[in-house]
């Protein structure tokens, strides 16, 4: 039996960059391996610090309770109080943001906010579970189905991005420009001269492991489409992306386990053999 390959303990590339730079103990927050760091113009407060989640070191499970990362601990209370779930932590910078009124991934309309979280909506509930049956699936006539099912669950984002977009700007009734660039604002980087949105920031991960994992072990080609492509060109040049990524042999080291569906992968790859929703 080849050699089985084991999931990395330090991020590598441009992540392992990113988290030296910000490796400063007396920031104000800290957070566990690696939150998506979209936002880094203005986490200039946030350390990072990895951790091996698979071991649940003491120091992550106060911050987060199932010792899952991402998890955010908060040194402006004493003693530290902490946050888990990537969405909360990504709602709780965004909040954070709107008091500083920069930073923000998310429209100003709240109509327009709703329809981004829709899109964040199916990004959690099914494109991410598309992403591990497809991954783990083993039987080939499951991995056929799987790969209908993420392909399905792409296009289903596709399908909320074109809502947003027309519904917000181009019925907007945008006199000019500029007008229309300010109703694009928040809707992420699917409209262009777009910038990163909530949605954008949840998904890019995905969408990136995509490319080279779910290619790598299943052969996977992301849709083609022009506007689909430009959308994905956008995303993985956007500088805040970039420096979340690691190179690709960390990706494919770390999923192999899923790939091959080993027994005791993580609490993840559990919650999909049994049928379960992810924790
Ligand atoms: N719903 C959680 C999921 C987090 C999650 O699944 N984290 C994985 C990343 S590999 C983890 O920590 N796994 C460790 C384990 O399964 O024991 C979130 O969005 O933060």
């Known amino acids: 039996m080849p050699e089985q390959k084991n999931y990395h303990l330090e991020c590598t590339g441009t992540a392992l960059d990113t988290v030296k730079q910000h490796s400063d103990a007396s920031r104000h927050h800290s957070l566990w391996k690696l939150l998506l760091s979209f936002r880094s113009t203005s986490l200039g407060g946030v350390g990072y610090y990895e951790v091996d989640p698979y ?12 010792g899952l ?8 209370y004493t003693p530290p109080r902490g946050l888990n779930e990537s969405t909360v932590i990504l709602e709780y910078f965004e909040d ?3 008091k500083t009124t920069k930073g923000s991934l998310l429209p100003i309309d709240p109509y327009a906010r709703a329809l981004v979280r829709l ?18 699936a083993q ?40 007008e229309q660039k300010a109703l694009a604002a928040g809707l992420g980087l699917w409209v262009e001269g777009g910038d990163l949105s909530l949605a954008d920031a949840m998904v890019g991960p995905w969408i990136f492991r995509a490319s080279n994992v779910l290619k790598h072990y299943r052969a996977f080609e992301l849709p083609t489409g022009d506007k689909f492509g ?8 956007h500088p805040a992306f970039k420096a979340t990524c690691s190179t690709e042999e960390l990706y494919l080291d770390s999923y192999e386990r899923y790939a091959q569906n080993r027994p005791n992968t993580s609490q993840v790859a559990n919650a999909i053999n049994s049928g379960k929703p992810l924790p």
């Open 69 to 76: 990362v991402p998890g955010l601990k908060l040194h402006k």
């Open 139 to 178: 039987e080939e006539s499951a991995q056929i189905e799987g790969g209908k099912d993420f392909h399905a669950a792409l296009e289903a984002l596709v399908v909320l991005f074109e809502r947003a977009e027309s519904e917000i700007v181009q019925s907007g009734g945008a006199a000019g420009v500029g």
């Open 119 to 136: 899109q964040c909506d199916h990004i959690s509930r099914s494109l991410v579970p598309a992403f591990y049956r497809f991954l783990q």
């Open 55 to 66: 071991k649940k070191p003491a120091d992550l499970l106060e911050v987060s309770p199932k």
């Open 96 to 98: 954070l943001a709107a």
């Open 230 to 237: 430009a959308w994905i060109a956008r995303l993985f040049a």
